[in-house]
């Protein structure tokens, strides 16, 4: 492991001096090994997935793991579509001149080197590889166990892109073992050779490393997002987001887990909003205004305020007012992502301005706590940090960045 | 200590959503209250100078403890001065629009709550609190046991000061102990009630807090600066640029450490270099064509590329050429600050997008390496991490930020 960490921090320095055509070529001769060698990692894909059914594991993680030549297409593709993203690294972030003539830049430069620890899901060799070329950083991937044969001809293909294009194959390292031990050398930092850990899966991947790293982490534990519904607000509109929020995909980040509604317009809004909710397949727990309206609605407890469903389910609570709203989310949230449904614009700027989020949103779906949404072309997570990365972490967020200073000869009186 | 920081979290809440007014006003009644203060902070100041004494402290240690009325004045102007900096929060960093109609903005939040750990000095008490503050921070101060007396007074004047205008005491919390497992706490983040350390002292103190905390730290451990004097050099510039790196102040991180001198300029650069450091009262030491260059050189082993000497002391080597002097750097430097001293435009471009340090300078000295050199008005002290703070670390650096979006009733597809 300790020789994986200088190889690819020799790499990461190559990478960082690399120029923009030299990435993007690799990352299109990336593509292009992954699409030639289709056959291979789709064997390969097999043999993990019959694995994952010997072991008896759930259909949504075979889902997860399981590749087509299709999903397998579309994994090249999005190699490809980082290869048309702009190049984060030389952007100059601001640029001042002092009285004694020094001209003074901020320039973006590479982070050095990613360690990306994942699951099951093998796209994200790709995607994860990708992205941390395309900000000049070489990366350290570790795969989870079960999707290991076919992380492992996915990082292969990569790596032959990278040869093919003259870039050095070790931009793209794939912990060469399943032995759990390694997880930990990488939270430990690799004896300085890792620069950032980006975990990439569940709650407990996330737990550990979050605990356990050295180094800091790109990452969000949990993503228990609100919706609040304010007294001036349009109920056509609540009742599209509340569902969106919730229902479009239960299973995401920024899926909505708690509607809170204010008392105000409890007596028009609440009901209307729970049976929306309900007619949608979601199963409502609710405080005790929530159980009055529909009697569909079962009982919520406390514990309900700090639960992350990720499925079709919502808890449901009345507050008093905005201030009561935003004491709930700073109480129960993960500072992940919040909404306000109000037509009153000075309460949504209290909201979005004192709700300590990530992302916070006025009138829009919490769905749009995503990368893409955000127009950053890809994303390799979604940080709920308030160092360096926070919201979604694209290819801007895994730079750093440096002051080049131009003189004529200035010394300091 | 645990309620400490559950006092400074509330603190920092409240001070997160102050206005600039309100930070401004709170900034100038601390100032205003050190002054009122100051025959009480001085009497503290005498006994804990009197008990360094007894403990047979150096002269240097005594100087960098003692106050007078002069020296606290300066430090209340110095919070004055920072009360009439721009306020780094609010500030929108980026906003751009979506196709789908969806306004996302970036803007600066505080941090959080900053742990500041210090030494001798007791004016950091003063400025690191204030720099907290005016980026709507709470501030956890650890003073050095021989300053205790003294920084608990400047502690209790500037929180007399919050009180005043009305903001939380707590803002600025003082560590009530001279017990060292107060420092270890802290380092563990206080039950994540801190969000950031910056340690502000010697070497020893650095490595600790950064091999300890367990929360991300904003310091540097060493500033092994060098200087590169390139082929097509003016000598009488580099000879400036040189002896001001080296000599106007050696014990400050900027200053020059080892001076680099192209073999192709060697003739008729390196000895007046060298004689000019000598005659400048620097002491030369240096590879085997410094010590033929002038009798005076005594040798250089590899210990000396690696020694920050934070005194009249240079190593000084002669490499082959600019991609020599870039490699010794790499292997040497701290990542801190270093100059090229060139004319020639295209060598000066590599040397700055090559070297991979936090300050990287054309033709203007080390010491320019200073939060106010680059006009951030003060500076908590500087930064060779690759994340979120790099380089002189001002009130900028002393935030966050979020995403807020603006919606009419966007769904996600």
């Known amino acids: 492991m300790a020789d994986l960490g200088r190889r690819a921090r020799k790499a990461a320095r190559r ?3 690399a120029t923009t055509d030299e990435k993007n070529a690799a ?24 694995e994952a059914q010997s072991r008896h594991q759930s259909a949504s993680f075979i889902d997860r793991l399981a590749l087509d030549p299709a999903r397998l297409d579309t994994i090249a593709a999005a190699v490809e579509d980082i290869a048309a993203l702009p190049d984060p690294v030389g952007r100059t972030l601001s640029r001042f001149e002092r009285p004694n003539g020094l001209v003074i830049e901020r320039v973006a430069t590479p982070l050095g080197v990613i360690g990306v620890i994942f699951e099951s899901r093998p796209n994200v060799t790709a995607d994860a590889g990708a992205l941390c070329l395309k900000a000049g950083n070489a990366a350290i991937l570790r795969a989870g166990s079960d999707s290991f044969r076919t992380s492992s001809l996915i990082a292969e293909a990569m790596r032959e892109g990278l040869e093919r294009s003259g870039l050095p194959s070790d931009a793209i390292c794939l912990v060469p073992t399943r032995d759990r031990a390694a997880v930990g050398a990488m939270l430990a930092g690799l004896d300085g050779h890792i620069d950032v850990i980006v975990p990439r899966g569940g709650k407990s991947l996330v737990a550990r490393v979050q605990h356990d790293a050295r180094v800091p982490v790109f990452a969000h534990l ?8 304010h007294k001036h607000s349009d109920l056509t509109m609540a009742r599209n987001i509340v569902v969106n929020a919730k229902m479009r995909r239960t ?48 009982a919520a407890t406390e514990e309900d305020w700090r639960t992350e469903y990720l499925d079709a389910i919502i808890a449901v609570r009345v507050v008093d007012d905005l201030d009561a709203a935003i004491a709930h989310i700073e109480t129960f949230g993960s500072h992940h992502t919040d909404c306000i449904v109000t037509d009153d614009s000075t309460a949504a700027k209290r909201f979005l301005t004192e709700v300590d989020s990530a992302i916070v949103l006025h009138n829009a779906s919490t769905q749009f706590a995503d990368g893409g949404e ?12 308030r160092m360096h990365a926070r919201g979604p972490v694209g290819v801007e967020q895994l730079t750093s960045f440096k002051y080049r200073v131009h003189g004529s000869g200035q010394t300091r009186p």
């Open 15 to 17: 990478l960082g001096l």
């Open 27 to 50: 990352l299109r001769a990336m593509a292009a090994c992954i699409r030639e060698r289709a056959p291979e990692i789709l064997k390969a894909n097999r043999d993990d997935v019959a």
């Open 222 to 229: 949990e993503g228990l997002c609100h919706v609040f519904v």
């Open 251 to 298: 299973g995401v980040c920024g899926s909505a887990e708690t509607l809170l509604v204010d008392r105000a317009c409890a007596d028009t809004h609440l009901k209307p909003l729970i049976a929306t909710l309900i007619d949608s397949g979601c199963s409502v727990r609710g405080d005790d205004s929530a159980q009055s309206a529909d009697a569909r609605v079962t």
């Open 374 to 385: 955000f127009g950053f072309g890809a994303e390799i997570g979604i940080a709920t940090g």
